[in-house]
């Protein structure tokens, strides 16, 4: 009589100490089938590789990404990593700064402009979106006026404003840029500006357009603009440009934010446009047709970028 754990004829024989019998092919005998190699997980696909300040970084398919210096041996620029982080994220399906340079298209001339850029930091830009889409759009342009040699001066804006004077620090920059408010929208005044007067500069506004205050301060911008006929300036808009006029139900009290909106109003966008700022959708590239045509029926031509606003 066999034991509880010897094969029978022709099974195999026991592995030495198997409590489970496991047991090993005799010579001669049919092995069994081995499993299926299991296919190896595809690598990464790159989707974005960009480099600034002496730095490069490589984007991947799967949320990774690759920083590193690009050779030079001076100590990287953290200011530098930071936008170039930020500026590689993705807007419309394109990076930050693909998406939002304002000088696309043109030669690169020595460093004798300014960039302005307003970046929206509010409530309606946070809770709206899932990514990031502001401060990626105006590190985008940031890296684009750097490169060029040009000057950046900052306003991060919500209720309140954070403001840079114009400066070449890719920390500075990154620091006053890369920070959410999360209040309500008010556009600065334009004589936050006060040191350009008379400075050839490129106002790039990045917001939703839904500025409580824009009918306030766009004559302002209006006047800062025709004070220097080579300003130009450029709006950056994410989402449709529809603001709320009449809202049902606050999402919560403390970001102002409309959860059922009884009416959409695009005045806040027709201010902008009245006052010079040239409207680009990024976020939403396909709709950049229909937001021209419904200007156009309000009675607004929106400028041609390659003329300064003022003309």
Do not use: W
């Amino acid at each position: 009589m066999r034991g509880a754990n010897e094969p029978s004829a022709g099974e195999g024989e026991a592995l030495p100490g198997d409590r489970f019998a496991s047991f090993r092919p005799r010579e001669g005998r049919a092995r069994v089938a081995a499993l299926p190699a299991e296919e190896p997980a595809s690598a990464p696909k790159l989707v974005a590789r960009d480099g600034f300040g002496g730095m490069t970084i490589a984007r991947y398919d799967d949320g990774g990404r690759l920083l590193r210096n690009a050779g030079d041996s001076r100590r990287p620029d953290p200011g530098a990593a930071g936008l170039l982080s930020l500026g590689t994220e993705r807007v419309g399906g394109r990076t930050g700064i693909q998406a939002c340079d304002p000088y696309r298209g043109e030669p690169r001339r020595p460093g004798d402009r300014v960039l302005a850029l307003l970046v929206d930091t509010s409530s309606s830009i946070v809770e709206g979106r899932r990514q990031p889409a502001a401060i990626v759009c105006g590190a985008g342009a940031a890296i684009a006026a750097l490169r060029r040699g040009h000057a950046v001066a900052v306003a991060n804006f919500s209720s309140s404003v954070r403001y840079l004077k114009k400066t070449r620090d890719a920390t500075a920059i990154y620091q006053t840029l890369a920070s959410y408010q999360k209040e309500s929208t008010r556009l600065p005044p334009a004589h936050l500006f006060d040191e350009l007067r008379g400075v050839a500069a490129d106002y790039v506004l990045v917001t939703d357009a839904a500025i409580a205050n824009a009918a306030q301060v766009a004559p302002g911008y209006a006047r800062l603009f025709r004070a220097t006929p080579t300003t130009r300036a450029r709006l950056f808009l994410l989402g449709t440009g529809l603001s709320c006029e009449d809202c049902a139900e606050v999402l919560h009290a403390r970001s102002e934010l409309c959860k059922v909106c009884r009416k959409n109003t695009l005045d806040p966008l027709k201010a902008l446009v009245a006052a010079g700022f040239r409207p680009e959708p990024v976020e939403h590239p396909a709709i950049a047709g229909v937001v021209r045509e419904t200007l156009a029926r309000l009675g607004l031509r929106v400028p041609d970028e390659s003329v300064p606003v003022s003309n």
